[in-house]
């Protein structure tokens, strides 16, 4: 009987070591599957980086070419009003401009030069697309910046959990321990 109680005893301290063994393991599951996610989590942001980009890109393209139709339209404009003022000279009499009595290459009047509220039009539309792609340009640096702190944050839990700094290797490493693991896990509980 003395034999029995010592085996009663072991068994106890082997229940024991399991149940520890088990609990290590459970933690550790846990810790790969938070790794996991975050690495999936990255990849998901640098996505979302790409799309803000992607869309970043023709916003730039649509303000700058509002604000040079809207200079372009400014050069006709002014040369329009020089055409005007050109009109009213006489040879002989003082520019107002310049007070010369000669005129010998009056600025001539333009045949379709834009309204002082086509203008206006144009430099509201061009402000407002301009207005729009410094916002996305905003929501491009603060999503960078995100992902950038992330993916630091991941490569240092890459690298103490699995020992791989990449993240497709990290998590291929730690997919594969957490097969295992759980396995293992499994066959321990019965």
Same mark, same amino acid.
């Given at each position: 009987?003395? =034999?029995?109680?010592?085996?009663?005893?072991? =068994?106890?301290?082997?229940?024991?070591?399991?149940?520890?063994?088990?609990?290590?393991? $459970?933690?550790?599951?846990?810790?790969?599957?938070?790794? @996991?996610?975050?690495?999936?989590?990255?990849?998901?942001?640098?996505?979302?980086?790409?799309?803000?980009? $992607?869309?970043?890109?023709?916003? @730039?393209?649509? #303000?700058?070419?509002?604000?040079?139709? &809207?200079?372009?339209?400014?050069?006709?404009?002014?040369?329009?009003?020089?055409? @005007?003022?050109?009109?009213?000279?006489?040879?002989?009499?003082?520019?107002?401009?310049?007070?010369?009595? &000669?005129?010998?290459?009056? #600025?001539?009047?333009?045949? $379709?030069?834009?309204?002082?509220?086509? @203008?206006?039009?144009?430099?509201?539309?061009?402000?407002? #697309?301009?207005?729009?792609?410094?916002?996305?340009?905003?929501?491009?640096?603060?999503?960078?910046?995100?992902?950038?702190?992330?993916?630091?944050?991941?490569?240092?839990?890459?690298?103490?959990?699995?020992?791989?700094?990449?993240?497709?290797?990290?998590?291929?490493?730690?997919?594969?321990?957490?097969?295992?693991?759980?396995?293992?896990? =499994?066959?321990?509980?019965?």
């Amino acid at each position: 009987s003395e =034999s029995m109680l010592e085996e009663l005893r072991l =068994s106890g301290e082997e229940l024991i070591r399991i149940g520890t063994r088990i609990e290590k393991g $459970d933690e550790r599951v846990k810790v790969l599957e938070k790794l @996991i996610r975050d690495i999936e989590e990255a990849a998901e942001l640098s996505a979302d980086l790409k799309r803000k980009q $992607d869309e970043l890109d023709p916003m @730039i393209a649509k #303000a700058t070419r509002l604000e040079s139709e &809207h200079s372009g339209m400014l050069s006709d404009y002014m040369r329009e009003q020089a055409g @005007i003022l050109a009109a009213s000279l006489t040879e002989g009499e003082p520019c107002p401009v310049c007070g010369s009595v &000669h005129h010998p290459g009056p #600025a001539k009047l333009s045949k $379709d030069a834009p309204s002082a509220d086509d @203008i206006e039009e144009k430099k509201k539309e061009a402000e407002s #697309a301009r207005e729009k792609a410094n916002r996305k340009l905003g929501e491009v640096l603060t999503a960078k910046g995100n992902l950038e702190t992330v993916l630091i944050k991941n490569r240092e839990a890459a690298l103490r959990e699995t020992g791989c700094e990449e993240p497709e290797e990290a998590a291929s490493a730690a997919n594969t321990e957490l097969g295992q693991l759980k396995e293992l896990l =499994s066959v321990m509980r019965e």
